[in-house]
């Protein structure tokens, strides 16, 4: 079935290093969607990309969608402490349907 | 607005018995989402409704889990009879569907834990 792969599945950063993010589908995505969930808590929308090839920024972090709208990245650049918790990726299939990655749990080590 | 509200927040029982997980999801939104949280298995899409109707339950796991959308404002999840490997965080999400956005509001979660 179509799956979103979502790598590394751990990053552990000093304060003030850079962490990125990877998702990849194994078909056409419509749209991808970012979220983040802090331990302990749940899933909060983050952003949604639609365009192929499209980068949008929110501060320090920067979410690009593939050409071919199969990839993703989130990168964030001078981690803080506050930046700890889970990532998810999650493709949209054009219906209803939203397919989570596994997640990147991020540690920040101050 | 309240945002999605769920109920219990921890719900803990023995095998066999059966546990019902309720969802409010935010007013005005057309689509409501289960989830499944595991260290295992992640976050798995359990069902979704789109204007009350079940539109995909592939991802239930068994016929012990059956989902309920009896209106626009109220959603369970029940499990009968339960077992160990049910375990998990259940999340409820709901989204006010339209071409542009797709994005999701998750409830706070049900903690269940299945002696």
């Known amino acids: 079935g179509q799956q979103v792969m979502q790598i590394p599945q751990y990053q552990h950063v000093q304060e003030g290093e850079d962490f990125t993010t990877y998702c990849n589908s194994s078909?056409?995505?419509?749209?991808i969607q970012w979220y983040k969930q802090r331990p302990g808590g749940h899933p909060v929308f983050l952003i949604q990309l639609v365009k192929s090839g499209e980068v949008k920024k929110q501060k320090r972090l920067t979410f690009q969608f593939g050409e071919a709208k199969k990839n993703s990245s989130l990168h964030i650049t001078a981690t803080q402490t506050t930046d700890v918790g889970t990532y998810f990726c999650a493709g949209g299939t054009g219906g209803f349907k939203t397919i989570f990655g596994a997640g990147t749990r991020l540690f920040v080590k101050a | 607005d309240a945002g999605v509200i769920q109920s219990p927040r921890h719900e803990v029982t023995e095998m066999g018995q059966e546990v019902t997980l309720r969802c409010k999801p935010i007013s005005g939104h057309n689509s409501l989402f289960w989830y499944r949280q595991t260290m295992m298995r992640g976050l798995e899409l359990l069902i979704y409704?789109?204007?009350?109707?079940?539109?995909?339950d592939s991802g239930m796991p068994e016929d012990r889990f059956s989902a309920k959308m009896p209106n626009a404002s109220f959603s369970t999840l029940k499990i009968q009879p339960s077992e160990p490997r049910d375990s998990a965080v259940y999340f409820c999400?709901?989204?006010?569907?339209?071409?542009?956005?797709?994005?999701?509001?998750f409830g706070p979660g049900t903690r269940l834990t299945v002696l």
């Open positions: 999400a709901s989204s006010f569907r339209t071409s542009g956005s797709v994005e999701q509001f």
């Open positions: 078909t056409t995505l419509s749209n």
């Open positions: 409704f789109n204007n009350n109707v079940p539109i995909d």
